[in-house]
């Protein structure tokens, strides 16, 4: 029923796997070690069509200097943490709450509400874009980082329902009926006796969705424009268009867009595997 391990496997398989998979890793790595390497080139190097030989020359430090002195990247940046943020917190606090509802209380449309939350995440976010757009405009916040904020928490809010609410069942009822005889309100029983023991799903959950929110594309090309508002998903398209031939800086920036998520998973590396697996050998 299960794949075999393969410390169990025959020698020759055992060997086949330890020369596969640094050949699949190298593969797979090859686009992020092509925008790496491109990110040090010189101009020169993008203009002749040296796009995998061995650099002309190492311009790391101006590149990476260049994207911040000569192009409002620094303005994305501070946009994409504007939304991210607040959107995060407010999907993660949403969902608690939500979580606990539907995870604690047992009443007749329980599931109803339940499958609501999670139909969302079935709903094609293409679809969407019109009656979206149409909305911030009527709201007034369209082309700021409040319709992305608004947006990211609605829409996220329904799988950190999911995962609440999923998690919330699996600690162990007899905590909360004590605290209930002890005559504890349920908002304290929230506070006090649920939340504590949230925090290791909290913090799994805090970066899939800082993740999700960070690399956001699509929905920062429909609701924002200019630089004002754009996060950094969106700004680098923008440098494409006016560093029309400087793959370079467009290297660059897309090597410091990806680092915010990269270091906030190593941040917070244990608490996010802790948060996935507890339970996982109940």
């Not at 075999?4 to 790595?29: C, D, E, G, M, N």
């Amino acid at each position: 029923m299960f794949p075999r391990p393969v410390q169990k496997s025959s020698p020759a398989a055992r060997i086949t796997y330890q020369i596969a998979l640094p050949v699949a890793l190298f593969i797979w790595l090859i686009p992020l070690l092509a925008v790496a390497v491109t990110s040090i080139r010189s101009g020169a190097d993008i203009t002749s069509g040296n796009y995998w030989g061995w650099p002309s020359s190492f311009n790391l430090i101006e590149n990476y200097t260049t994207i911040f002195t000569n192009t409002p990247l620094a303005s994305y940046i501070l946009n994409s943490f504007k939304v991210t943020i607040p959107a995060v917190l407010g999907a993660i606090i949403l969902s608690c709450l939500t979580g606990f509802a539907l995870g604690i209380y047992k009443f007749r449309s329980n599931l109803f509400v339940f499958f609501l939350f999670v139909a969302g995440n079935f709903i094609p976010s293409q679809i969407l874009m019109v009656p979206v757009r149409d909305l911030s405009i009527q709201m007034g916040v369209y082309n700021s980082v409040y319709a992305l904020i608004l947006f990211h928490i609605a829409f996220q809010t329904g799988f950190c329902t999911l995962f609440m609410r999923n998690f919330i069942r699996t600690l162990p009822r007899e905590l909360i009926e004590a605290a209930r005889i002890e005559g504890v309100s349920e908002f304290r029983i929230f506070y006090y006796v649920v939340l504590p023991l949230m925090r290791p799903a909290i913090a799994a959950l805090s970066v899939l969705v800082f993740t999700f929110i960070w690399n956001d594309y699509f929905w920062a090309t429909v609701l924002t424009q200019g630089a004002h508002a754009q996060p950094i998903t969106a700004g680098i398209k923008s440098l494409n268009g006016e560093w029309i031939a400087a793959w370079q800086l467009v290297s660059a920036g897309s090597i410091v867009a990806a680092l915010p998520p990269v270091l906030m998973f190593f941040l917070m590396q244990k608490h996010f595997i802790a948060g996935l697996t507890l339970g996982a050998v109940k």
